[in-house]
């Protein structure tokens, strides 16, 4: 992944940013739950009769979004440097690991540490630093 960083502007992700946060903010005080990913299309997999429907709703707007932005500008270029074998086997180290840590970049993330939770803090201090260490070895010390 290249940033161009001729035509890079800070302001979309800054409103990109706020949009989440009020989004979780919103999604906690209208519906008193998190708003983590990996929990919320996780319980579609085991469904309670009256838990579905804003699990789909919220499914579905993930997945709309993208859709919309369409309908207003082009999907920004994605390039990825990775072969398939490689993306399969960090997606699934991913959601092991989000499955193992009782949540994802965005429940722990985004909402556990806006409400100060000590497991979260720990939880995103450990997959960041886990990132930035595996982007370190595989980039300098294995040049891959």
Request: glycine fraction near 14%; charge should be positive; aromatic fraction near 10%.
């Amino acid at each position: 992944m290249i940033i161009d960083w001729n035509n890079f502007t800070p302001w979309s992700a800054l409103a990109g940013g706020a949009l989440i946060g009020i989004s979780a903010s919103l999604f906690i005080l209208l519906n008193g739950r998190i708003a983590g990913i990996t929990g919320i299309i996780g319980g579609l997999f085991r469904p309670v009769a009256h838990d579905a429907g804003w699990r789909i709703a919220f499914t579905l707007g993930l997945i709309a979004a993208p859709l919309v932005w369409l309908l207003f500008s082009q999907l920004p270029e994605i390039t990825i440097d990775a072969g398939y074998e490689l993306l399969v086997i960090a997606g699934l180290i991913v959601g092991f690991s989000a499955r193992y840590g009782s949540g994802c970049t965005s429940g722990h993330g985004v909402c556990g540490i806006s409400r100060l939770s000590p497991r979260s803090i720990i939880a995103t201090l450990a997959f960041m630093g886990t990132g930035f260490l595996t982007v370190y070895i595989m980039r300098h010390l294995l040049g891959a």
